[in-house]
């Protein structure tokens, strides 16, 4: 099998064999492929487009470049949510311990932030101690002991996934929807839970920009999910603006905290209820509005709180930090932007205010990157709200005061102002089972 006729095959619109696409994967792991025909083959894709079964024969084949995570002395239903990654999202912080205080566990491999988009284990490492890099048989331990445990994804699970991804990412093929489900699917089901639901950003601070592409990602990936076995559901949800008001790692931790107290800001909450319902009945727990009220009970009798601060503590973590997230890492410089104008905030760039809070040492370019945790911005207006000149907009935080001015003039670019109350988004755009 020549990957110049792969090549041709599918840059003339043809449809690739399951073994033409594992010959690919493999030859590219062992090094047999170089770069620039893997590269010429991505562009091919994502100007013809693949098949559901190409798309899930090249998620099965990233899935089976590496190990798969061992999960069989785990007792009980395990169930995964997964973003494909926003600007504030820290749901995760807030969903995982709801469903795992319901008696459902969860095992979560989640990632790290790149560019503009933050990554749940950036957001846990803020809290000092806390380790991500548990052994398979510590994180099997957590899991059955709390329920919950969150880490890292090992050095040997989807290898394939990150040498494709370094290389879309400079070929400017990231945005395939094939090449995207194939990525977050394949390492999705290394973990092998029987539930998974994926939460589809829309919007201006998502990969995906426009709902259409969106909910063909959400179908294509339910899809994939369901072909290799598992119970399936995809939430499209807005990304046009940033969730909840914190952005920056431990300050989206203070907020997560805030919200399993059962306070936090309302679309952040919302959210959060509305996919750890559909985990749980996913995990047939009882009917969605049963489901819906068992997380309510979780936050409000504080048991979610409890399983985060007991997965904190088994994990290394300061458990101090949980109950006086005050003492929480604070950065050198607190710096308020005021507005410059008056009237209703009617839309902003959530891609830039996700790359705002990075330029203040939130987020890294690269994945050498150190990141700075006590960084990022707290918005005290967000779209809809009416402010005046001269009130405050949004707090900016960061150790490098000379990163403020051009942070500041990033945010105001970003934001626009209009004399008429905005047409409000929904949260939830559409549910694909
Ligand atoms: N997240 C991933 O894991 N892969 C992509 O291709 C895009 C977002």
Not at 313 to 331: R, T
């Amino acid at each position: 099998m020549r990957m110049y006729d792969l090549i041709k095959k599918k840059r003339d619109g043809g449809v690739l064999s399951r073994e033409e696409i594992y010959a690919f994967i493999n030859g590219y792991v062992a090094g047999e492929i170089p770069d620039y025909q893997a590269s010429a083959l991505c562009m091919a894709i994502y100007f013809q487009g693949m098949t559901p079964e190409e798309t899930t024969d090249l998620t099965l084949a990233v899935r089976d470049s590496g190990e798969m995570l061992d999960c069989s002395d785990i007792q009980g239903i395990r169930v995964d949510k997964h973003s494909t990654g926003g600007v504030g999202d820290k749901t995760s912080l807030v969903v995982a311990p709801i469903v795992a205080s319901c008696g459902i566990k969860v095992a979560k491999m989640s990632g790290r932030g790149l560019g503009h988009t933050g990554g749940t284990i950036d957001k846990l490492e803020s809290i000092h101690g806390f380790r991500t890099d548990l052994s398979p048989d510590e994180f099997r331990a957590v899991v059955n002991s709390v329920g919950l445990s969150i880490v890292g994804q090992s050095r040997n699970l989807a290898p394939a996934d990150k040498l494709l991804y370094a290389l879309r990412d400079v070929t400017a093929t990231v945005d395939s929807i094939p090449l995207i489900a194939s990525s977050i699917m394949g390492k999705k089901l290394c973990a092998d839970d029987d539930c998974i639901v994926l939460d589809v950003k829309t919007g201006s601070g998502s990969f995906m920009k426009n709902k259409e592409d969106s909910i063909q990602l959400a179908e294509i990936m339910v899809e994939i999910g369901k072909r290799a076995g598992k119970q399936m559901m995809a939430l499209v949800t807005d990304m046009d603006k940033p969730l909840g008001s914190a952005i920056g790692n431990a300050l989206e931790v203070k907020e997560a905290i805030e919200t399993l107290q059962g306070g936090g800001p309302s679309d952040f909450r919302e959210l959060c209820l509305v996919l750890a319902a559909n985990m749980m009945y996913l995990a047939k727990k009882g009917s969605l509005d049963e489901c819906r009220v068992l997380a309510e009970e979780a936050l409000v009798s504080g048991r979610a709180f409890q399983v985060f601060a007991n997965m904190v503590k088994a994990q290394g973590g300061d458990v101090e930090l949980v109950y006086h997230p005050e003492q929480m890492i604070q950065a050198a410089y607190i710096h308020t932007v005021y507005s410059p104008h008056t009237g209703y905030i009617s839309r902003v760039n959530a891609e830039q205010y996700g790359l705002c809070a990075l330029s203040l040492g939130a987020g890294r370019n690269t994945m050498e990157d150190k990141i700075d945790h006590s960084a990022g911005i707290y918005l005290l207006k967000k779209t809809g709200d009416f402010i005046k000149q001269g009130d405050a907009l949004a707090i900016l935080y960061c150790n490098r005061e000379s990163a403020l001015e051009s942070a500041e003039k990033t945010l105001i670019h970003a934001t626009e102002w209009n004399d008429d109350a905005p047409v409000s988004h929904p949260l939830i755009y559409k549910q694909i089972l």
